[in-house]
């Protein structure tokens, strides 16, 4: 009987230290908003650095505490390897601030499309756009 309160004592003690917190899930932000049609001031102090990867697919991610995240799915336009870095992604928040994401280095083949997952940090705006420097636009 000791043996088996023990185990559940244990037990207890293991699922409420593992537990999640709520406030750390990420989940997908709801995003009705063509980031064509926003035109926020450019601040030209954070820009993207010049990159040869073209941009398929955004959607944003938060938690409640207000981590802002980005899973983008981006193609390899070189015949070449590249490593893509943080100053080649802009991410711009609602209230039209700018910011580069957190560090991270990914390494694309070429020619190859690649979904990642990048964090912005902290903020009160959810992030609405991510632009990059391909020359296109």
Known sequence: MKSVRLFLLVSLLAARVFALDP??????DRYDIDPSELFFEEDTRIVP???????????????????????????????????LDPEEFVGIFADGTRRYPKDFSVRMEPGRTRTIVVKFGTHSFPLVKIIIDNGAN
């Open 49 to 83: 650095d010049r990159t040869y990867v073209l941009l398929r697919n955004f959607r944003p991610m938060s938690t409640p505490s207000g981590d802002r995240y980005a899973m983008i799915t981006l193609e390899n336009q070189l015949s070449s390897r590249q490593i």
């Open 23 to 28: 406030n750390d899930v990420v989940s997908f």
